[in-house]
């Protein structure tokens, strides 16, 4: 369940009611909701000026898990924190978000982690809206108390719009803890 609502005063205010499990398979009964909590999402933005935008989310639930041993256990996990957006003519955007995270029990061994991360978006739309092609450049950065979670990476994004709902894609990763790169190539479209 999502309910949206737009102010005359530039306030954006979100909140959704989700079963938390995701896309993965469908049980037997072709039901996708694994278990029978149901989490919470909200965000709140501003304009604040015309190229100015503040906000705030938060996303608190709990999950039923099980690990490859067959123990299940419970998760509560909450999930917060600001963004910003600056907008330049329509053409250069900016998107900044810091993100905290609390998870009661990620795991049947693991108890009480704390992530934190951050999140920058730079994208280049040289005619705004009719721009046929665009540039991105991104930034994600995870530190946590579960090591295998650090991430750090930076990725640019080239695109060109064929068609209103075509676009080629071309991308290229770099994951600056472990050490690698990844291109990815291709075709998105939606119908």
Known sequence: IMLTLGLETGTDIIL?????????????????????YKNVLGRVSQEVTDFLRVGAFGYFGKEKLEDNFSNNFTNSFSIYGPDLTL??????ELNLQYVHRKDDQPSFLRKDINSKGVFGELIYTPKGDESKWFAAALYNWVKSDYLPANYESITFSLGYL?????????????????????????IISAF
Do not use: C
């Not at 009611?17 to 037997?28: K, Y």
């Not at 907008?87 to 250069?92: A, E, G, I, T, V």
């Open 87 to 92: 907008s330049f003519d329509d053409k250069l």
């Open 16 to 36: 959704e009611v989700v079963n938390g499990s995701g896309i993965g398979q469908a049980n037997p009964l072709r039901n996708f909701d694994n278990d029978k």
């Open 162 to 186: 064929l068609k209103r709902n075509i676009r080629l894609l071309g991308e290229f990763t770099y994951n600056t803890k472990q050490e690698f790169g990844q291109v990815a190539v291709g």
